[in-house]
């Protein structure tokens, strides 16, 4: 028995801002966007307590509850957003094949990938517990460095995330520790030079985090010194981990185009892959920035390009 393949004009893969924006945008223009989420409906915002620096909400807002806000919003207009994962696509086929959880297969003429990346954590007991506890564990020093406002906090890796990030904390704490692996930093000449000579950054070079202490929330880090063995306890409220990120797609891999590191390249100044009808959009394409207001805007521009793209082709 032959099995009807579901078609689909618009495929928008994973719920972040930017795969949300995209649906907004897509089925505001009729392309009738299917959404599927991926294992984390929301993506990475759901992940964090309150978001302040999203524009339009002067009294902040959850993380969680932006999510519901822009999906709800991504349906209103008639985005049909399933849950399920993307887990093999073949983007060279006309059309696009994918299938859903390795097994329903489906065709688009365009598909917008929005699939996020991941921050990598270092793994320990406690900072899992109070990182999913909100309790003052974070991989984003722009989106939850406000809420250490004149105290203590660390910082973990030595690229140049952790090095932006050290600055930035280093404008709003009192006191930011660095916490070094190696005895050599791996961020650009201009970004250690920048650290090394903000007064309230003290660098621990041949350091590794040994535990996070604290019940409810962030009392200390305890760190390990490579060399000597030794233990030391520092008084922060706050524990950065910028260790890097993983792009959210091996599945592309040997089709779209992609840096050593995974991200996706796209054209300059859109969003378009190496493949055409093929987009990306949000953290998977974006190493520089990664804020939800700018994963939302390429969102809105991965759906104009879409658009864009099948009237050019003559299917929309
Ligand atoms: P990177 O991979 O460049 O750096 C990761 C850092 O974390 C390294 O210092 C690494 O140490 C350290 N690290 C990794 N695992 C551990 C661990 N388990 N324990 C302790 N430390 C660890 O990631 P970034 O996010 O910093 O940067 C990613 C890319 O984005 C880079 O190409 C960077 O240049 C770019 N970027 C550019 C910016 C800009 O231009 N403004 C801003 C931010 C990023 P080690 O060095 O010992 O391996």
Same mark, same amino acid.
């Given at each position: 028995m032959s099995q009807t393949i579901e078609h689909i004009t618009c495929l928008i893969i994973g719920s972040g801002p930017a795969g949300y924006t995209a649906a907004i945008y897509a089925a505001r223009a009729d392309l009738k966007p299917v959404l599927y989420t991926g294992l984390?409906? #929301?993506?990475?915002? /759901?992940?964090? /307590?309150?978001?302040?620096?999203?524009?339009?909400y002067p009294k902040g807002i959850t993380g969680p509850i932006l999510m519901e806000d822009l999906k709800a919003q991504a349906e209103r207009f008639g985005t049909q957003v399933r849950f399920g994962m $993307?887990?093999?696509? @073949?983007? !060279?086929a006309t059309p696009k094949r994918l299938w859903v959880d390795e097994t329903i297969e489906i065709t688009a003429d365009t598909v917008i990938i929005s699939t996020g990346a991941s921050a990598k954590w270092l793994g320990l007991e406690n900072e899992n517990r109070l990182r999913l506890n909100a309790? #003052?564990? &974070?991989?984003?020093a722009v989106c939850?460095?406000?809420?250490?406002?004149g105290q203590d906090v660390a910082i973990v890796g030595a690229g140049d995330t952790a090095a932006e990030e050290a600055t930035y904390l280093s404008k709003l704490c009192k006191k930011v520790y660095m916490i070094v692996r190696?005895? %050599?930093?791996?961020? *650009?000449k201009a970004m250690q030079h920048r650290v090394k000579n903000t007064a309230n950054i003290e660098i621990l070079w041949n *350091? %590794?985090?040994h535990d996070v202490l604290g !019940? %409810?929330?962030? %009392?200390g880090v305890v760190v390990k010194? &490579?060399? *000597?063995g030794e233990l030391r306890t520092l008084n922060v409220t706050g524990f950065f981990v910028a260790i890097g990120h993983k792009p959210?797609? @091996? $599945?592309f891999k040997d089709q779209l185009d992609m840096d050593e590191l995974g991200y996706l390249q796209i054209q300059p100044g859109s969003?378009?892959?190496? $493949?055409? #009808?093929v987009f990306a959009v949000g953290d998977c394409s974006d190493k520089?920035?990664?804020?939800a207001v700018t994963a939302a805007g390429t969102g809105c521009m991965g759906a104009l390009d879409a658009e864009r793209y099948l009237a050019s082709a003559g299917v929309h």
């Open positions: 984390t409906p #929301g993506g990475q915002l /759901t992940e964090t /307590t309150e978001v302040d620096n999203f524009p339009g $993307i887990t093999k696509a @073949d983007l !060279k309790g #003052g564990v &974070s991989a984003c939850d460095g406000f809420f250490f406002k190696r005895n %050599e930093m791996r961020a *650009s *350091s %590794e985090t !019940k %409810e929330a962030v %009392e010194n &490579s060399g *000597s959210n797609t @091996d $599945i969003t378009r892959t190496n $493949i055409a #009808g520089t920035y990664r804020q």
